[in-house]
């Protein structure tokens, strides 16, 4: 239930039939049916599609003038361009760039992977523009954007966040590595892939036991934003809560755990998505460099879950306007129920 065009609601029918009932609804005629929508948009928000400079990537502007502070949204390991989220987060306040940096049009044309100068450019693309804050411009990485956030964090002369958000994933990574040489560091260690009873892929053991190399896991003792770690304690796909842990270690170490928040949730799978998104505990994934159709385990109860993504949302949005806005009052109204 990803929603693919965010300019058109979602349209549910919740109905109530008579007794319980497990089937045969398409002949049965309910004693009370509903339509919710759902919107990604709030009234005012612009999308804009994003090509300069070879990226392939949306810029969502809330509505007004601005400027607005600037959010980097990066999602994980499947690729392509997913722009709800970036939407969502228009709608409160900040200009949010959508970014395919696994399968974008420029890979496709060359049979290339981008390079970390994609991800500064992309920066410097959403930095440039009129209608952002320039000076204020944070990064959200899901999954194995997780790897890339905290990379460009800790080593990017050019990147130069206010704050991260960092969401069900690792520091672990060859960190001299490009794109290309980091999945090949988690091929790498295949032989970790497990399988349960259902035949649902593991991989949350690739990167484990989390290294001792200082070379195969990012020097976040060099990060010098604010960075949230947002953990599902059954994520079942990357070691998040171990990463997350030796992050705290790591940065008290280094004297900057000051700037840490982790917010680590029991019972709660890989996808912590915006709210009120449906759980999704096992789903068809299509790996990036096989093309293989797999039945991946990301974990997560429902209940537990969904009341993650809520409680993780909310926090999140408030993070993001301690630290993009700081001071300056909001140049839009954010709308809470999206």
Known sequence: MRKLDVQIPMEITISVYQGRQTEGFITQAPLASVLVERLYMAPGVRRVPVT??????TLFLPSGPGPFPGLLD????????VEYRAALLASHGFASMALDYL???ISLETGKMVDNQYFETAYRVLQQHPQVLGSSIGMLGLSFGTSVTLKMAAYSEVVKLRCAVCISGSHVQPVDGSIQEILMFFKENAEKT???EENHVIWRDLLLPIPTDPALKVDVG???CPVMLVVGEDDQNWPAYESAQDIKEMMERAGNSHLLTILSYPNAGHLIEPPYTPHTRVSLFRTVIKHQMLMALWGGDTVPHSRAQEDAWRKTLAFLREHLYGSMKPAVTSFSHL
């Open 52 to 57: 300069e400079g070879g990226l392939t990537a």
């Open 74 to 81: 990066l999602w994980g390991g499947g690729g392509k361009l």
């Open 103 to 105: 399968t974008p049009k």
């Open 194 to 196: 497990r399988f349960n």
């Open 222 to 224: 060099r990060v010098q």
